[in-house]
T-cell receptor
Framework: DAGVTQSPTHLIKTRGQQVTLRCSPK?????VSWYQQALGQGPQFIFQ???????QRGNFPDRFSGHQFPNYSSELNVNALLLGDSALYLC????????????FGPGTRLLVL | KQEVTQIPAALSVPEGENLVLNCSFT??????LQWFRQDPGKGLTSLLL?????REQTSGRLNASLDKSSGRSTLYIAASQPGDSATYLC?????????FGDGTTLTVKP
């Protein structure tokens, strides 16, 4: 079992550009959540996908959007990048149950110049 | 607003010490609480998950407790080792999302 995988591992963009990050959940998991982690802070919840729909959203602007595919993999898209979007973006997967542990991927480090 | 606070922000101990990391949260109506470890620049590794109906969980040298009435959780690490050096994060899990503290960065000196 490969666990949760994310790509790319690192990314450098300039202000105003758009970026797409990808996540493959752990085998058997159907729910994917995305988090943004700024340096020295805890992860902040962006949104969660289940059954190809956004189920819950944190306090992030509409520039942040996502998608879930039938195979449960997911993408995070960020438009009109700002310097403040520089962070580690983490994907977590779990079964759709509040009782279950979330498993996190290694993250994608995004640097916006 | 649901908040999670971790104190201290950083902790340095000599090898072999037993230590306690603290996590406090507002709103006692949580579903569960999870402790994670994060190495520099890496993702999160789940250590322990305590369901809302439980009071503690143990794994090896780690023991986590949950007191919903006081809004507190503690992570106890026995006989600390240099390999335990990392940032430890707690997260309360509610319907659909987890809310994290900013972590405690632990350094265990040989």
């Amino acid at each position: 079992d490969a666990g949760v995988t994310q790509s790319p591992t690192h990314l450098i963009k300039t202000r105003g550009q758009q970026v797409t990050l990808r996540c493959s959940p752990k085998s058997g998991h159907d729910t994917v959540s995305w988090y943004q982690q700024a340096l020295g802070q805890g992860p902040q919840f962006i949104f969660q996908y289940y059954e190809e729909e956004e189920r819950q959203r944190g306090n992030f602007p509409d520039r942040f959007s996502g998608h879930q595919f039938p195979n449960y993999s997911s993408e995070l898209n960020v438009n009109a990048l700002l310097l403040g979007d520089s962070a580690l973006y983490l994907c977590a997967s779990s079964p759709f149950s509040i009782e279950e542990t979330q498993y996190f991927g290694p993250g994608t480090r995004l640097l916006v110049l | 607003k649901q908040e999670v606070t971790q104190i201290p922000a950083a902790l340095s101990v000599p090898e072999g010490e037993n230590l306690v990391l603290n996590c406090s949260f507002t709103d006692s109506a949580i579903y569960n609480l999870q402790w994670f470890r994060q190495d520099p620049g890496k993702g999160l590794t789940s250590l322990l998950l305590i369901q809302s109906s439980q009071r503690e969980q143990t794994s090896g040298r780690l023991n986590a407790s949950l007191d919903k009435s006081s809004g507190r959780s503690t992570l106890y690490i026995a006989a600390s080792q240099p390999g335990d050096s990392a940032t430890y994060l707690c997260a309360r899990k509610d319907a659909g999302k987890s809310t994290f503290g900013d972590g405690t960065t632990l350094t265990v000196k040989p």
